[in-house]
């Protein structure tokens, strides 16, 4: 398992030659040049889990899931223990199994055969429905593990919205973030089902110094503030589960918070320029805020201008979504851009921001996006119409699997 | 009814060709169970090597079993080819204290037992003599379960051929009420055996096939679904005595070449899993019985077909594959108990369900999933039962 050898999705079929049936095709598709040319790997295991500090991956398929009624302990026990060793496999780019036998279905689905890694990284976390009295996991449930509550400027559509478990796949290569989560539920199918799934093309959360700031759908640098993975009295200040929490086994892990933001595309697209920029608070080209010159330049919220009004309005998304402005608050943005096609009923783009955030109490992210979701002047764009929490556990050690880390 | 899928089964047709020397029977390596092996081999993972105990055994199904006992620099054991080039199955993250295996198929021939990071870090492994039972042919339990199934066969195109007999009499007759009370009674022997009429191509067409499959041309619609489009859409019998005659030809037809099929264990599991998987495709979605809603009927024909092929193979996957039997006899209980919820008497044209335009989306999702926890835990078994 030292190995980090990519080229082991070479041997798909063990032993040249002894599949008579279906075995050539395979062989050609491994021998073919990579799909990607990213041949990085984020290592599985470590103290935190992958996905969180790490450097935000350009795209991301995510998935919840719901265990199945009548699943017992031992039952989901086994498949997340299963789950882990076929995550760490994949994020070494090898397959989830090899086939030795063409007589059976094939272990691993496939498409990701000749694919490389691509910084795969598999996040997995807990929502509040799982630790009910279904597996005798509520003596392991944090406190600050509950449903959230009603927020401003929402509308959720249940088909988008909670879950028992939810997997964040991210990689560079969209077929290899895909065939993580298909293949994770594949072999979870009679335990677990799918409860929704999202596919998000391009990241809009910056976690690294060495990144630049994306855009989102708006065409706005809506991350330049966000904590990077290597501001470590950041992270432990805000996002990594500490000593404070009440179940230790949860401590350097994160709670999630999962909002899927519809964007109204054809609206924003009509609104002038100044306006767009008094809504963010940033110009839209430089991303620098209102007050500066450049991306980086620390707003100043205090300033005014000549009639008396700030510079960056009182209702600017930066201004009430900043730490100064939240006595301190802090969470980390790791969101993607999506989109689900056209709007059945309006005929318009149905996509939006697919906001994915971490921190060591979802009490943070209730209290910003209380006063966000009252006054945010981005409220007129916006509507959050999915939403998820989920409790995410820390690493593992490579002799650790996600069932008995849960089942302790 | 195929939706351009190549035919599983190939009875009576073609064989498949499978020479596979080795078969994991462990879907996972990973998850560290084995099963149900003719022999066991410790392999013992230590800063020195790992030999395998026994280090010869005999061909047939083997169950490594593997420990880490104290090799900090050691942490997986694999079985290779005897040059090391492939990897036949494995056991990763083994720290010390830790215990794990696979389990396989060999035949005769050496192999190596290989653990990365050890003092020595190859061991041989060899497999002596010819496979127990190289053929299916030589286990009595799985002779009988094709012979079993092949009546199975024969007796529902029977039945399929006397129901559509009476269901073509009362739309000889005119009897509009009594023809639609008959139609799915005549369809279920037909969705219990459906994969093998499905090798025929042409013929399930001719019987079972939908207006947009594979033709959108209004004379080449025939069969069960034209009729039923007759009767539930346009509300008239009229072409329907010529419709019916020609259905009966073609059962007739397939009839005559059940008959003579042969069939296989592997081919019988595989089939199983077809009928979860048209039950999955067609029936969740309404779509195969979209004028009359009759698709209750249909899916417990799927149902019966898949429990049939189980119930055959029983007595040799309790051997064999218990586990594997378990999960497939667990699904099937979740399913029909979300299908017994959809039970009335006499129910919906006395069918014994409800009308399924009558059941939800969401319900439909969740009868959904249960098929298709089903179907996957069915199509773990074919391995168990071919060479």
Same mark, same amino acid.
């Given at each position: 398992?030292e190995?980090q050898?990519v080229?082991?999705?070479g041997?798909?079929?063990?032993a *040249?030659g002894?599949? *008579?049936?279906?075995? %050539?095709?395979y062989a050609?598709?491994a021998s073919?040049?990579?799909?990607t040319?990213?041949?990085?790997?984020?290592p599985f295991?470590?103290?935190n889990?992958a996905g969180?500090a790490?450097?935000?991956?350009?795209?991301?398929?995510y998935?919840?899931l719901?265990v199945?009624?009548g699943? $017992?302990a031992?039952?989901?026990?086994?498949?997340l223990?299963?789950?882990s060793?076929? %995550?760490?496999?994949?994020?070494r780019?090898e397959?989830?199994?090899q086939d030795?036998?063409?007589?059976?279905?094939?272990v691993?689905?496939?498409?990701?055969?000749g694919s490389l890694p691509?910084?795969?990284t598999?996040t997995?976390?807990?929502?509040?429905? /799982?630790?009910?009295?279904?597996f005798g996991?509520?003596?392991?449930r944090?406190? %600050?593990l509950?449903?959230?509550?009603?927020l401003p400027n929402?509308?959720?559509d249940? $088909?988008?919205t909670g879950g028992?478990i *939810?997997?964040?796949?991210?990689?560079d290569?969209p077929?290899?973030a895909?065939?993580?989560?298909?293949?994770?539920a594949?072999?979870g199918?009679?335990?677990?089902e799918?409860n929704?799934?999202?596919l998000?093309f391009?990241r809009?959360?910056?976690?690294?110094?060495?990144?630049?700031?994306?855009?989102?759908?708006?065409?706005?640098?809506?991350?330049?503030?966000?904590?990077?993975?290597?501001?470590?009295?950041?992270?432990n200040d805000?996002v990594?589960?500490g000593a404070?929490?009440?179940?230790?086994?949860?401590?350097?892990?994160?709670?999630?918070?999962?909002?899927?933001?519809?964007m109204?595309?054809?609206?924003w697209?009509?609104?002038y320029?100044?306006?767009?920029?008094?809504?963010?608070?940033?110009?839209?080209?430089?991303?620098?805020?209102?007050t500066g010159?450049q991306?980086?330049?620390?707003p100043?919220?205090?300033a005014?201008? *000549?009639?008396?009004? +700030?510079?960056i309005p009182?209702?600017?998304?930066?201004?009430l979504a900043?730490?100064?402005?939240?006595?301190?608050?802090?969470i980390?943005?790791?969101?993607?851009?999506y989109?689900?096609?056209?709007?059945?009923?309006s005929?318009t783009l149905a996509g939006?921001?697919?906001?994915?955030a971490?921190?060591?109490?979802p009490a943070?992210?209730?209290t910003?996006?209380?006063?966000?979701? %009252?006054?945010?002047? /981005?409220?007129? +764009?916006?509507t959050h119409?999915?939403?998820a929490?989920?409790?995410c556990?820390?690493?593992?050690?490579?002799s650790?699997?996600w069932?008995d880390?849960l089942?302790? | 009814m195929?939706h351009?899928r190549?035919?599983v089964?190939?009875a009576?047709? &073609?064989?498949?060709?499978?020479?596979a020397?080795?078969?994991s029977s462990?879907? !996972?390596? !990973?998850?560290?169970?084995?099963?149900?092996?003719?022999a066991?081999v =410790? #392999?013992?993972?230590?800063p020195q090597?790992?030999?395998?105990?026994?280090?010869k055994?005999? &061909?047939?199904?083997i169950?490594?079993n593997?420990?880490n006992?104290?090799?900090?620099?050691v942490s997986e054991?694999?079985?290779?080819s005897?040059d090391?080039s492939h990897?036949?199955?494995?056991?990763?993250?083994?720290?010390?204290?830790?215990?794990g295996?696979?389990?396989? !198929?060999?035949?005769a021939?050496t192999y190596?037992?290989?653990?990365?990071?050890?003092a020595?870090?190859?061991?041989t492994?060899t497999?002596?003599g &010819?496979k127990?039972?190289?053929?299916?042919?030589?286990d =009595?339990?799985l002779? &009988?379960a094709?012979?079993?199934?092949?009546a199975?066969?024969?007796?529902?195109?029977?039945?399929?051929?006397?129901?559509?007999?009476a269901?073509?009499?009362?739309i000889?007759?005119g009897?509009?009420a009594?023809?639609?009370?008959l139609?799915?009674?005549?369809?279920?022997p037909?969705?219990?055996v459906e994969?093998?009429?499905?090798?025929w191509?042409?013929?399930?067409?001719?019987?079972d096939?939908r207006w947009?499959?594979?033709?959108? #041309?209004a004379?080449q619609f #025939?069969g069960?679904?034209r009729?039923?489009?007759?009767?539930w859409?346009?509300?008239?019998?009229?072409?329907a005595?010529a419709?019916c005659t020609?259905?009966?030809?073609?059962?007739?037809?397939l009839?005559?070449?059940?008959?003579?099929a042969?069939?296989?264990p592997?081919e019988?599991a595989?089939?199983?899993?077809?009928?979860?998987?048209?039950?999955?495709? =067609?029936?969740?979605?309404g779509e195969?019985?979209?004028?009359?809603?009759v698709d209750?009927?249909?899916?417990?024909g799927?149902?019966?077909?898949?429990?049939?092929?189980?119930?055959?193979?029983t007595?040799?996957?309790?051997?064999?594959?218990?586990?594997?039997?378990?999960?497939?006899?667990a699904r099937?209980?979740?399913?029909? !108990?979300?299908?017994?919820?959809?039970?009335?008497s006499?129910?919906?044209?006395?069918?014994?369900?409800?009308?399924y335009?009558?059941?939800l989306d969401?319900?439909r999702?969740?009868?959904? =999933?249960?098929?298709n926890?089903y179907?996957?835990?069915?199509s773990?078994?074919?391995?168990?039962?071919?060479?």
């Amino acid at each position: 398992m030292e190995r980090q050898n990519v080229s082991r999705r070479g041997l798909l079929l063990g032993a *040249a030659g002894t599949l *008579a049936a279906g075995g %050539a095709g395979y062989a050609v598709a491994a021998s073919q040049s990579t799909n990607t040319s990213d041949a990085g790997v984020v290592p599985f295991y470590g103290a935190n889990q992958a996905g969180i500090a790490t450097t935000a991956q350009n795209r991301l398929a995510y998935g919840t899931l719901n265990v199945v009624d009548g699943t $017992s302990a031992a039952d989901l026990r086994d498949l997340l223990n299963q789950w882990s060793g076929a %995550a760490a496999r994949m994020t070494r780019g090898e397959l989830v199994g090899q086939d030795t036998r063409a007589d059976t279905p094939p272990v691993d689905t496939g498409e990701a055969v000749g694919s490389l890694p691509a910084n795969l990284t598999v996040t997995i976390g807990y929502g509040p429905d /799982l630790f009910d009295d279904r597996f005798g996991l509520a003596p392991r449930r944090p406190r %600050a593990l509950t449903q959230l509550p009603a927020l401003p400027n929402e509308d959720l559509d249940p $088909s988008y919205t909670g879950g028992d478990i *939810a997997i964040q796949a991210c990689s560079d290569d969209p077929l290899v973030a895909f065939h993580t989560v298909r293949n994770l539920a594949r072999i979870g199918m009679g335990v677990v089902e799918h409860n929704w799934l999202e596919l998000g093309f391009g990241r809009t959360a910056t976690t690294s110094a060495t990144q630049a700031t994306p855009r989102n759908l708006m065409g706005f640098k809506d991350g330049t503030r966000n904590i990077l993975g290597s501001q470590t009295t950041l992270m432990n200040d805000h996002v990594w589960i500490g000593a404070e929490t009440d179940q230790p086994w949860l401590r350097g892990g994160s709670y999630q918070i999962v909002r899927r933001i519809r964007m109204f595309i054809e609206n924003w697209d009509r609104d002038y320029l100044a306006d767009q920029q008094n809504v963010f608070g940033r110009q839209k080209t430089s991303g620098a805020p209102l007050t500066g010159s450049q991306e980086t330049d620390t707003p100043d919220f205090t300033a005014r201008s *000549a009639d008396g009004s +700030y510079v960056i309005p009182a209702d600017a998304h930066i201004r009430l979504a900043a730490h100064e402005t939240n006595d301190g608050l802090r969470i980390l943005r790791r969101g993607y851009s999506y989109t689900d096609g056209i709007d059945p009923v309006s005929g318009t783009l149905a996509g939006g921001l697919f906001f994915i955030a971490y921190m060591k109490n979802p009490a943070q992210f209730i209290t910003l996006q209380t006063g966000l979701g %009252a006054s945010d002047a /981005l409220n007129e +764009y916006i509507t959050h119409t999915g939403s998820a929490l989920f409790a995410c556990p820390p690493g593992l050690t490579v002799s650790q699997r996600w069932g008995d880390q849960l089942f302790g | 009814m195929n939706h351009g899928r190549i035919p599983v089964l190939t009875a009576g047709i &073609a064989t498949l060709g499978l020479v596979a020397s080795a078969c994991s029977s462990t879907m !996972s390596a !990973s998850t560290g169970t084995s099963s149900g092996g003719d022999a066991a081999v =410790a #392999v013992t993972l230590t800063p020195q090597g790992c030999a395998p105990s026994p280090a010869k055994v005999a &061909a047939g199904h083997i169950a490594f079993n593997v420990t880490n006992k104290n090799a900090d620099a050691v942490s997986e054991a694999e079985l290779r080819s005897s040059d090391g080039s492939h990897i036949l199955g494995e056991q990763e993250n083994l720290t010390p204290g830790l215990s794990g295996g696979f389990s396989l !198929s060999l035949q005769a021939g050496t192999y190596q037992i290989s653990c990365p990071g050890a003092a020595s870090s190859t061991a041989t492994f060899t497999v002596t003599g &010819a496979k127990a039972g190289t053929t299916w042919q030589s286990d =009595a339990r799985l002779t &009988a379960a094709v012979r079993g199934y092949a009546a199975y066969v024969t007796t529902n195109v029977n039945t399929l051929i006397s129901n559509t007999q009476a269901f073509c009499d009362a739309i000889d007759a005119g009897d509009m009420a009594r023809a639609k009370l008959l139609y799915p009674t005549a369809r279920v022997p037909y969705e219990r055996v459906e994969p093998v009429a499905e090798i025929w191509g042409d013929l399930d067409t001719a019987i079972d096939g939908r207006w947009e499959n594979p033709v959108t #041309v209004a004379s080449q619609f #025939v069969g069960f679904h034209r009729i039923e489009q007759l009767m539930w859409e346009d509300d008239t019998l009229t072409g329907a005595p010529a419709l019916c005659t020609g259905l009966l030809g073609h059962e007739r037809q397939l009839l005559t070449l059940v008959t003579s099929a042969t069939y296989s264990p592997l081919e019988m599991a595989a089939g199983a899993t077809d009928l979860i998987n048209e039950a999955a495709t =067609a029936k969740i979605t309404g779509e195969e019985d979209r004028y009359s809603n009759v698709d209750f009927i249909d899916f417990t024909g799927n149902i019966d077909g898949a429990r049939e092929v189980v119930t055959l193979l029983t007595p040799y996957l309790k051997a064999v594959a218990p586990s594997a039997l378990t999960t497939v006899a667990a699904r099937l209980a979740t399913l029909e !108990s979300q299908l017994s919820t959809y039970k009335r008497s006499p129910g919906y044209d006395d069918t014994g369900f409800v009308e399924y335009s009558t059941v939800l989306d969401a319900q439909r999702r969740q009868l959904s =999933a249960a098929v298709n926890a089903y179907a996957e835990a069915l199509s773990k078994i074919s391995t168990y039962v071919s060479d």
